[in-house]
C-alpha cells in the first residue's frame, strides 16, 4: 500500500514539467476555440454497433499487435491520448493502472499515442503500468476509428535515472476512448473530458457487457 501511494503520488509530480514542455499536446488536448466560437462536434466514422475496424501497432517493446489477435477473445480498450507524461494523460494512465484489476482478467487494455517505442517504454517504466502502449506514431489505428489526429510534436520524457528531456512525437491524438465488445462491436467509442476518471466510467461498461 505505501509503495502503491508512492507511486499514485508520483502520477501528479510531474503536472508542472508536463504543462511546460507539452506545449502543442496540451493545447490540442483542450477543446479548441476559433475567435471566441468552439469547433464543431466531431463527427466519428465508426460509431456503436458498427464492427470494430482491423487495426496493426507495435507496442512498447517493440512487439506487433493485431486486432486479429485480440478482438473476440477478449473485451478490447483502446484509450487514446495526446503525449506521454503530459498532466492528464499521466493521470489517465495512472487511472486505468490504479484499476486495473477491477476491469476483470477478460478485458485487455491498451493506451495509444503517437509517441515512439522508446517514449513508451520510459512512460510505462516510470508509471509501472501493467498494460501495454502502442506507438501509433503515423496516427493509423486513430484513423481507423476516425478518432482526430493532428501533427506531431515533443513529448516531456523522464528517463531511468529520473533525467527530464523531450523527444519527438509522430502525431497528437485526441482523446477518445473506444472498448470493443466479444463479438468484435463497437460497445462504446467517446471523447474524454475527465481524463483521471476514465478508467472508471470503462469499467462500469465492461462490468455491464460481462452480465
Same mark, same amino acid.
Given at each position: 500500500? $505505501?509503495?502503491?501511494?508512492? =507511486?499514485?503520488?508520483? @502520477? ?6 508536463? &504543462?511546460? &514542455? /507539452? ?7 483542450? =477543446? ?12 466519428? %466514422?465508426?460509431?456503436?454497433?458498427? %464492427? ?12 506487433? *499487435?493485431?486486432? /486479429? ?19 492528464? @494523460?499521466?493521470?489517465?494512465? @495512472?487511472?486505468? $493502472? ?26 510505462? !517504466? ?6 501495454? &502502449? ?6 493509423? *489505428? !486513430? %484513423? ?13 520524457? #523522464? ?9 519527438? $512525437?509522430? *502525431?497528437? #491524438? ?7 465488445? &466479444?463479438?468484435?462491436?463497437? !460497445?462504446? #467509442? ?10 472508471? $466510467? #470503462?469499467?462500469?461498461?465492461? /462490468?455491464?457487457?460481462?452480465?
Amino acid at each position: 500500500m $505505501r509503495l502503491l501511494a508512492k =507511486v499514485s503520488a508520483g @502520477c501528479f509530480a510531474l503536472a508542472a514539467f508536463a &504543462l511546460v &514542455l /507539452s506545449g502543442g499536446a496540451v493545447a490540442q488536448d483542450k =477543446v479548441k476555440k476559433d475567435k471566441g466560437k468552439e469547433t464543431k462536434k466531431v463527427e466519428l %466514422k465508426v460509431k456503436v454497433g458498427d %464492427k470494430a475496424p482491423a487495426f496493426e501497432s507495435v507496442d512498447d517493446t517493440g512487439k506487433t *499487435v493485431k486486432s /486479429s489477435d485480440i478482438v473476440g477473445k477478449k473485451v478490447v480498450v483502446l484509450y487514446f491520448y495526446p503525449a506521454d507524461f503530459t498532466g492528464g @494523460c499521466t493521470a489517465q494512465a @495512472c487511472g486505468f $493502472r490504479d484499476d486495473f484489476e477491477k476491469l476483470g482478467k477478460n478485458v485487455a487494455v491498451f493506451g495509444v499515442s503517437g509517441d515512439s517505442v522508446a517514449t513508451h517504454k520510459l512512460f510505462k !517504466a516510470h508509471h509501472k503500468l501493467p498494460f501495454p &502502449l502502442l506507438a501509433d506514431e503515423k496516427g493509423d *489505428v !486513430a %484513423k481507423a476509428f476516425g478518432v482526430p489526429v493532428n501533427k506531431g510534436g515533443k513529448s516531456p520524457t #523522464i528517463n531511468e535515472k529520473g533525467e527530464k528531456g523531450t523527444a519527438d $512525437r509522430g *502525431v497528437t #491524438i485526441a482523446r477518445y476512448t473506444v472498448v470493443i465488445d &466479444l463479438q468484435g462491436n463497437v !460497445a462504446a #467509442i467517446d471523447a474524454v473530458g475527465n481524463a483521471g476518471g476514465d478508467a472508471k $466510467r #470503462i469499467a462500469d461498461i465492461v /462490468s455491464k457487457l460481462q452480465k
